[in-house]
C-alpha cells in the first residue's frame, strides 16, 4: 500500500509541476489523435452518409464490413501500415516511417470506420420524410442532403467524438508507425508502457490520469450529445 500511496503523490507531483517529459507526451497525443480525428472526419462522415442514404446491391455486406473494421486490433493496422511504410514498402521512399505524419495515417486508418459507421447509425435513425419533404417543397440535391445532416448532426458529432476517443487511448500504431522516440513520436499510451516497464510507475501513473481525463471528457461529451 505505501507503494500505490507514494506513486500517487509522485504522479501528482509531476503534474502539478507539469513536468517536461509529461506534458510532451500529452501534446504529442493530442495533436497526433486530434490530426487523425479530423482526416477521419472528412472522410468517414461523407461515407457514413453514402452508404446511409443511398440504396445499392451488398449495402449489408458495407455495413458488416464497416462493424468488423471497428473491432480490428490496431496493432494489425500498425503492421499494415509498417508494410507500407518501411523502406520495403510502396510508400518507403517518403521517409514516413517513425514520423507523427505515420501515426497521423495509421491512426485515420483506425478512426474512418468508427466515424462512419457511427454515421451510417446517425443516418438510419434520421425522420425518413426529411429528403421527400424537401424534394416537395422543391429543394435541389444538395439542399436536401444539407437538411438531412442538419437533422442528423449531433449523430454525427457523436461519431467524430468516438473517433477521437478511439485514436487518443490506442498504443499499437503509436508504437508501430512511431517507434516511441522521446519528444517527438512518444504518446501517452506508448510512455505509460515504456516508463512502467523501466520501473518508473510514478510516470507511467502521471499520463494514466491525464489520460483517464481526457478519456472522461470524452465520454461525457459523447454522452451530453446523445441526449439531445
Given amino acids: 500500500m505505501d507503494f500505490i ?7 501528482l507531483a509531476l503534474i502539478i509541476a507539469l513536468n517536461r517529459d509529461v506534458f510532451t507526451a500529452v501534446g504529442t497525443s493530442l495533436a497526433v489523435s486530434l490530426w487523425s480525428t479530423l ?3 472528412l472522410l468517414g462522415v461523407p461515407l457514413g452518409i453514402g452508404v446511409g442514404i443511398a440504396t445499392f446491391p451488398g449495402k449489408r455486406v458495407v455495413v458488416t464490413l464497416l462493424n468488423t473494421l471497428m473491432a480490428l486490433p490496431t496493432v494489425v493496422i500498425g503492421l499494415l501500415g509498417y508494410g507500407m511504410l518501411s523502406r520495403q514498402g510502396p510508400l518507403g521512399g517518403f521517409g514516413l516511417l517513425f514520423t507523427p505524419t505515420a501515426m497521423v495515417i495509421g491512426q485515420t486508418a483506425l478512426a474512418i470506420p468508427i466515424v462512419a459507421n457511427y454515421t451510417v447509425g446517425a443516418i438510419a435513425g434520421a425522420d425518413a420524410r426529411i429528403i421527400a419533404t424537401a424534394r416537395t417543397l422543391g429543394a435541389g440535391p444538395v439542399h436536401c442532403l444539407g437538411q438531412l445532416v442538419k437533422e442528423v448532426r449531433f449523430g454525427i458529432m457523436a461519431a467524430i467524438i468516438a473517433g477521437f476517443g478511439r485514436v487518443i487511448a490506442e498504443v499499437g500504431v503509436a508504437m508501430m508507425l512511431g517507434g516511441n522516440i522521446r519528444g517527438y513520436t512518444r504518446t501517452m499510451t506508448t510512455a505509460i508502457a515504456l516508463e512502467t516497464s523501466k520501473g518508473e510507475f510514478a510516470f507511467g501513473l502521471a499520463l494514466g490520469i491525464i ?18
Avoid: H
Avoid at 5 to 11: G, H, K, L, V
Avoid at 211 to 228: T, W
Fill in 5 to 11: 500511496a507514494e506513486s500517487w503523490r509522485t504522479a
Fill in 211 to 228: 489520460l483517464m481525463a481526457a478519456a472522461l471528457a470524452v465520454n461525457l461529451g459523447l454522452n451530453a450529445l446523445q441526449q439531445r
Fill in 39 to 41: 482526416l477521419a472526419a
